[in-house]
């Protein structure tokens, strides 16, 4: 599989959308191509913050996914 071709199954593979033998192909290719396994994490990161603002009043801040308690609080 190119990196052409995974690209244009992220959102088929997010919509749970593939079939077994797509998506073993695709997660193959995931899994030993460094720059699609990052855009598919950039795609579900938008993906789950347009969630939490149609889930809210309209404001999200993306910050508090990457922040944690401080070993010292």
Known sequence: M???EAEKMVVPYMKDELSPTELE???DHI???ENCRE???IHYMVDVGL???DEADGT???CLLYTSPSPRD
């Open 2 to 4: 190119t990196c052409v």
């Open 25 to 27: 192909d695709f997660l």
């Open 31 to 33: 899994h030993t191509c």
């Open 39 to 41: 855009e598919l994490e």
């Open 51 to 53: 969630k939490k603002l």
């Open 60 to 62: 999200y801040d993306i």
